[in-house]
């Protein structure tokens, strides 16, 4: 899956942030709920949803559990780690609830669809498990636990892509938003569970995605990336227009709402990703120059064991491709140690890998065995934790490198960068990305630019991860 794009999204549930919709009065509404998300941007996506449902209902969002009638937690299945930080959190909101008793506790997401009424044994405090196919039923379920019953729909579906539903923007910086095109997943990756958590795939009607993009440059937004677990295989039978939209397709027409929208997407399949695609974001200025390729091994055994269905070969021909239709493109990657049987060899074919496709940064795991996967029931789980964790350490040496020989040859060079907000350590500097993804940060100076705008920025100097430089007129 996952879809990792930029440094809000990632990994498993470190930032389990609170997120707050301000565009509308909290006040005006008599509940209140708080929501956190955890896992991929998929999941912050869903969360957006659940507010608008929510919202619809009678509940407003607050920052401030405390206050809260009703505490949901969105939740993230990838890793084991992932899940642990969930059960931790739900100790914190255990003392609040003892004080509160009035107050609803829900789970939602992939630990939710895999746990099912299991996790209201394990978990007792919690109310509600809801899975990421039956949030439209929140409502009903939120009743229902109103009077003391435990509630639950895990139901998957082949058809729910919440099309229809207006997200609200939570704790958002009004220039960047994600916009979900498809759900689930069909790729039977061996050691993922995303297939089983989200269910099958299916792809969302092109109209209502177009339509979500132009409201959203109307309202000031400069920037979408496009969100599916493997976007390349989206594909919409459009009965109303007469047309078939593949992926291309659907980029070229977000890219054509205006070309002050910048268009990014998130993930990639190796095996999906076609040259339509890659000339359809050589054509466009406004599609970013950027793609998260995860190849998770660089050794053909492993990936096939993985299910991956290419080889180290023909990754590397796709990474060529890339870089011959469109030589500035930025890559990225998931990479994961330690896999079922893997070798020393194998390993060393990773790192080899890392080396030819010269990534400007990977998301970096060691394996977790996961229960229900193909890998679980096929094969055993082999590889001692400690060797897991020097090779993934040997991974993450060698990114290290790249990233600095990447962000180094940089300096020198001028990028249209998109204004985000203020930079992180100080409000006398502005923080974009350009094209490639790569974060800049830069002083304000008195050009009078604000957020949302396109600046020129020539780089100075490169830190691990940032581009520092100075606006141009
Ligand atoms: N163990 C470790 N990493 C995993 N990922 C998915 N499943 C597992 C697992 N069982 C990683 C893959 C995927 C990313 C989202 O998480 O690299 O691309
Ligand atoms: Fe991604 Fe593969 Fe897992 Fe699907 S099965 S979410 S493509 S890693």
């Not at 509940?31 to 956190?36: A, S």
């Not at 505490?71 to 959190?89: D, G, H, P, Y």
């Not at 409502?139 to 729909?153: F, R, S, Y």
Request: proline share 3%.
């Amino acid at each position: 899956m996952q879809d990792y794009v930029n440094d809000k999204v990632q990994d498993e549930a470190k930032q389990g942030e609170a997120f707050a919709p301000f565009a509308y009065d909290p006040n005006n509404y008599k509940k209140k709920f708080y929501i956190e998300s955890y896992g991929c941007q998929m999941n912050f996506a869903d969360s957006e949803i659940v507010a608008s449902i929510l919202n619809e209902n009678g509940f407003g969002a607050t920052r401030n559990f405390e206050e809260a009638d009703l505490i949901l937690l969105n939740t993230c299945s990838i890793r084991e780690k992932a899940e642990q930080t969930v059960r931790n959190r739900l100790t914190t909101f255990k003392q609040i609830k003892n004080e509160k008793p009035g107050m609803l506790i829900g789970v939602l997401g992939c630990m939710a669809e895999r746990l099912k009424s299991k996790f209201l044994e394990e978990e007792k405090l919690v109310d509600m498990v809801v899975g990421p196919d039956a949030y439209r039923t929140l409502p009903g379920l939120i009743e229902e636990a109103e009077t003391g019953q435990k509630a639950v729909n895990v139901l998957l579906s082949r058809e729910e892509t919440y099309a229809d539903i207006s997200p609200i923007r939570l704790d958002s910086n009004g220039v960047t938003a994600f916009v979900s095109i498809m759900r689930g997943c069909n790729n039977m990756c061996s050691f993922c569970v995303v297939p089983f958590t989200r269910g099958r795939e299916r792809s969302r009607d092109a109209v209502s995605i177009i339509k979500e993009c132009t409201d959203l440059f109307n309202n000031g937004y400069k920037e979408v990336t496009l969100l599916g677990q493997n976007v390349d295989s989206y594909y919409f039978v459009d009965e109303v227009n007469d047309e078939t939209v593949t992926f291309a397709m659907l980029l070229e027409k977000t890219a054509m709402i205006s070309p002050q929208l910048r268009v990014r997407f998130s993930t990639s399949h190796p095996k999906d990703i076609t040259d339509e695609v890659l000339h359809t974001m050589a054509r466009y200025e406004n599609i970013c120059k950027y793609i998260h390729l995860p190849v998770q091994s660089g050794s053909s055994r492993i990936l096939q064991l993985m299910n991956r269905t290419y080889t180290r070969e023909w990754y590397m021909a796709k990474v060529n491709r890339i870089r011959e239709i469109m030589p500035d493109c930025g890559l990225s990657s998931d990479i994961i140690s330690g896999f079922c049987t893997e070798t020393e060899e194998d390993h060393a074919d990773t790192l080899s890998m890392m080396e030819f496709a010269k990534y400007d940064y990977s998301y970096m795991f060691f394996y977790s065995e996961r229960p229900g996967t193909l890998a679980e029931r096929r094969y055993k789980d082999d590889i001692p934790e400690p060797v897991k964790k020097k090779r993934l350490r040997e991974i993450v040496e060698m990114q290290n490198r790249l990233s600095k020989e990447s962000y180094s040859k940089d300096i020198g060079n001028t990028y249209k960068v998109l204004i985000e907000g203020n930079s992180k350590k100080s409000d006398k500097d502005w923080m974009g990305r350009n094209s490639q993804n790569k974060v800049l940060v830069f002083a304000k100076e008195n050009y009078g630019y604000k957020k949302g705008d396109y600046v020129m920025v020539k780089v100075n100097a490169a830190t691990q991860g940032t581009l520092l430089g100075t606006i141009i007129n």
